[in-house]
């Protein structure tokens, strides 16, 4: 009914099995700056995290150690790294904010921008950052960014439909689409690899192919 506050001076784990319900309390996970705070969704059926679980949406550092997957609904900051063990995290219409590195990711192990909610990663800059995202849990399609202009936090989102716009020849597209956007406009020199998977090019007749603006 209250708030339970984990204050770690060290390094720290809390491991959620089980479903997660907040009702009407949460989870305050505190840690130095120099300390690490990991909380772990170990679930062995599909696990939601709701809304307002952690006080101001926020925890240290998070591992996805879940095969059945774990969904989030509602706004979620990561202040140091995203982790992934074993399972997906589908975002739905939430953003998902990362404020340090994302660990482990592959074709197995991703977050799903399953809705209009993407994946956030702050301070990117001349180093090559992969946004492991897909927009469903069978099809892993991430997007490489560097950036050699002025750091900013980017956010990245995959799809396979692009809403109003018909393709009058589907043999001339690969049918999936990113959305990349800067938190602030301008100052930024951006290099993009993106990549699908076979089966997205089935059809794909690279004689024909079109550039990309």
Known sequence: ??????????????????????ETGNLNVTVAPDQ?????????????????????????ALTVNNDMGITIQGPLTVTKDLTFAKGKLKLSSDNLVVGGTVIGADASKYVVTDGSGGLTINNVGNT????????????????TLSNSGDVDHFTVKTQSSLDG????????????????????PG??????????????????RWPICHGIE
């Not at 009914?1 to 907040?22: C, K, R, W």
């Not at 690490?36 to 240290?60: D, E, I, K, M, Y």
């Not at 090559?128 to 997007?143: A, H, M, R």
């Open 1 to 22: 009914m209250g708030t339970f506050t984990i204050e770690s001076e060290g390094n720290a784990s809390l491991y959620l099995d089980d479903l997660v319900s907040a």
């Open 36 to 60: 690490l705070a990991q909380v772990h969704l170990n679930g062995t059926t599909g696990q939601t995290l709701p809304v307002g679980l952690f006080v101001n949406n926020t925890v240290p």
């Open 128 to 143: 090559n950052i992969v946004f492991p995202v897909g927009s469903s849990s069978s099809s892993y399609t991430p997007l």
């Open 165 to 184: 716009i018909t393709i009058a020849d589907p043999s001339r597209v690969v049918p999936v689409f990113w959305e990349v956007s800067e938190a602030v």
């Open 187 to 204: 100052g930024s020199k951006v290099l993009l690899t993106l990549q699908w998977n076979a089966v997205d090019a089935a059809k794909f």
